[in-house]
């Protein structure tokens, strides 16, 4: 059983480009989660994408986006990146939106760098 | 306006003895709580959960305890071994904007473990 993985590991931007991250789900999982810590917080919620469709969204612009595939692979997408996006990116899997939610399991993130 | 604040960044406890690790909460829509293990360059994991009926939950070393009237839980670590050197993340969920499986974190506490 693969965990779940995210690609790049690290990544350098400039302010105003935009960046893609992807993740792999858990083999068997139909959710993902994206989250975003920042440094010296805990991990706020993105959004979540449960069977391709986005299933519940958190205080983050528009310009934050994302896409589930049929699969259950996933992307994050940042348009017009700003300073305040550097950040570690997690996503987590899980079997259908669980009323538990001790089933979300995290990969090991993407460090966005903005300069 | 933080939903989930873990009060302090560190602690430090000798080998063999309790760690407990506090967390309080404001959010009365809160229905389930979890607690996260973070090592560097890793993505949370998963340690033990629970739901807002029960005001205790047990797994081998880690215990949960949950005062709904307090809105606090702590989580204690018996005996603490090097190994449970992480940050640890205090989560929480419920069915607040509209859905129950996105994770409200607080800040994380340090704890470190000396041999």
């Known amino acids: 059983e693969t965990g779940v993985t995210q690609s790049p590991t690290h990544l350098i931007k400039t302010r105003g480009q935009q960046v893609t991250l992807r993740c792999s789900s858990q083999s068997g999982h139909n959710t993902v989660s994206w989250y975003q810590q920042a440094l010296g917080q805990g991990p706020q919620f993105i959004f979540q994408y449960y069977r391709e469709e986005e299933n519940g969204r958190g205080n983050f612009p528009p310009r934050f986006s994302g896409l589930q595939f049929p699969n259950y692979s996933s992307e994050l997408n940042v348009n017009a990146l700003e300073l305040d996006d550097s950040a570690l990116y997690l996503c987590?899997?899980?079997?259908?939106?669980?009323?538990?939610?001790?089933?979300?399991?995290f990969g090991p993130g993407t460090r966005l760098t903005v300069l | 306006d933080q939903q989930v604040k873990q009060n302090s960044p560190s602690l430090s406890v000798q080998e063999g003895r309790i760690s407990i690790l506090n967390c309080d909460y404001t959010n009365s829509m809160f229905d389930y709580f979890l607690w996260y293990k973070k090592y560097p360059a890793e993505g949370p994991t998963f340690l033990i959960s629970?739901?807002?009926?029960?005001d205790k939950n047990e797994d081998g070393r880690f215990t949960v305890f949950l005062n709904k009237s307090a809105k606090h839980l702590s989580l204690h670590i018996v005996p603490s071994q090097p190994g449970d050197s992480a940050v640890y993340f205090c989560a929480a969920s419920g069915l607040s904007g509209g859905s129950n499986y996105k994770l409200t974190f607080g800040k994380g506490t340090l704890l470190t473990v000396n041999p």
């Open positions: 987590a899997s899980s079997f259908d939106p669980p009323v538990s939610t001790d089933t979300q399991y």
């Open positions: 629970i739901s807002s009926i029960k």
